[in-house]
């Protein structure tokens, strides 16, 4: 996933806080109403201003911290993040934005920044007014520490069974510089964008126009590159913030843009592929990887297309090795395709060759499909860009935990 | 579902065979490996020439019966149409090309009409070559009757639980014409096109070029407003026959013209609920229909996101009025959308008034959700389209049936 083949150090027990400058602190509010003691709110805060950037939610009824988060990123400048689960403050009209602007001055007024340096993220239940005297109180109980990056990561979980984080190290520059990550997911996961909420920092120093593109290079090869089950949220939010307490001079691209680029990618690609390991009701992953497309597009689209399909899903949950379903997905999916040059394989074996089936495979490929992660390749044989995505299988425990949510 | 709120008089035990000059049989032929004894291959006969028009889908990998089919439709007549379960003939390569022309070629023969008349269909496992022997053997069987239609919706089923046929009356000209249908679907069931197999008669004399536009504005009104599981078959096949056997004169166009589309979209739209009704594992159907939407290509794509969405399609299993869930995806479709106008109901009942929700709905809506067929409505308040779309909710039941399909 790391579009050179670098791998930068993973840092020990890493997290948004094993980055310099940065520290986190959560507390039990009450707002989830399902695990009572369970964090719930919590704050993540540089001490210096920070370059920020984002991705936001496409969808029409974004929720209003993200609009107040949207507004504000901006700015190009951020002190902190605040961020609570259990209730997504989205489709709750003018109170909402109201919430989530007084959320933010909570948080502001806490860390001692100016409130519009503080960015707002929520997520859980839609349509349900933020129970705000929960919040007042909860962040009178805050506490920040320099360590606090893992009760942050659990604090933001909603169906998750446990949180995502991760920390790289690498060199920018002569300097030692840290990328620190953590998200949550679950459910309603697809691209555009994947995550629900993923917050990344850094103690590099890094200009806020080049942090924006670093981060659009590492989303479109992670979280836009995985599918849960289709639907996109309306809180779906990826934040990072570069506060440059490496005290490297400020990367604007160039090598050091790049190595930065990969190290965001590496970050974005753990904390996507930790989504789907941790999906809702899921029992195993797999990987669609489309070769030989005409386009990088196509081959995005029809591995993007494949690892969505209900079929598939379904498919790789019963370990059936039904490739009939994966290339009728890579059909439909609107990339060029030549039916009779198509090959296709699970792990090792090879499943179709030219488009017709490869006699005997379906029993050989019986052993690979029992494996806890999936991996296919399509050979589309028409040129020579590829794409990777990741997916879960489809249970009946999704559709158990799916259909009793909010009742 | 008829445009001008036309409703023709149904036919009691109506099927493709109430249509004068029509004559179908059906017989086990051993394809289903499954259902031993289960018919699995019928033939569709008009005494004479018929115009005809058809619907394919779009898959990249469409199978070797629909190319052929294609290309024969674009000749204009038809005489018969083969076709059988248990086995696509999908990614069968040249192979497959050469066995769906001797099944063609078979039908020809037993029913005296030119190769080229006859059309071909197949549904049932991908990439497995058709059992031609059995095929062979099973034509040989055959035996065509004046009241054969039910038997031959029940040769194209696969995990469908019951034949879904219709034939309607009208007067065109003076005359007495009836249209008749059959279709088959289950699962892979999404829009372009929705079915996997439907069949129509008629035994009004159609210009072949007008029959065309008719299928075209029913399809757009039903099959391609339903969804079961957003997967796009590779066999999706289409076909209607107008044998001219009711001595109208020809209809091309006008008030006749939409008198005959009114009576083939109320064919499909009785289909087409039908497939929704009897989809892999539902227990319940669910409409949502989009009023008020900018043009009606928003309000078709807003209405048929809804009713692929899994969240929403979880939440009508479990009786859950999670209104978020279509909010959310009537915000991703991609239609236009002013968050803050939106309301929306769930029968009578409504949940969100202006973007938010309405205070104690979710009590008042949770009889209205336990209902076998449950209605949603959605006003945008942003101009005059409006479109309808039908699901099905997605179950425990649907992950087991399909996670072993081939196995």
Known sequence: MVPDGREFRGLDGGSVTSVHGFSAGAVYAGIKT??????????????????????????????????????????????????????????????????????????????????????????????????????????????????????MARAIMTTDTRPKEIAVGLELGGRTVRVGGMAKGAAMIHPNMATMLAFLTTDAAIDADFLGQALRAAVADSFNMISVDGDTSTNDTLLVLANGAAGNQTVRGGADGETFTAAVTQVCSHLARAIVGDAEGMTRVFSVEVRGARSEADARLAARTVVQSSLVKAAVYGADPNWGRILCAIGYSGATVDPYAVDLYAGDVQLVRAGTPVSGSREAAAPVMERPEVSFVANLHLGDASAVAWGCDLTEAYVVENSAYTT
Chains 1, 2 share one sequence.
Do not use: W
């Open 34 to 151: 399902a695990g009572v003691g369970k964090l719930d709110l919590g704050v993540l805060a540089s001490d210096r201003p920070a370059a920020v950037a984002a991705t936001f939610t496409r969808n029409a009824f974004a929720a209003a911290p993200v609009i107040v988060s949207r507004e504000r990123v901006g700015r190009g400048q951020a002190r902190a993040v605040i961020a609570n689960a259990g209730n997504a403050n989205a489709c709750t009209g003018e109170q909402g934005l109201a919430d989530a602007r007084e959320m933010a001055a909570l948080a502001a007024r806490y860390v001692d920044a100016p409130a519009e340096q503080v960015l707002v993220a929520s997520t859980g239940v839609i349509g349900v007014p933020l129970p705000m005297e929960c919040i007042r109180e909860g962040v009178g109980k805050l506490e920040l520490h320099a360590d606090g990056g893992p009760e």
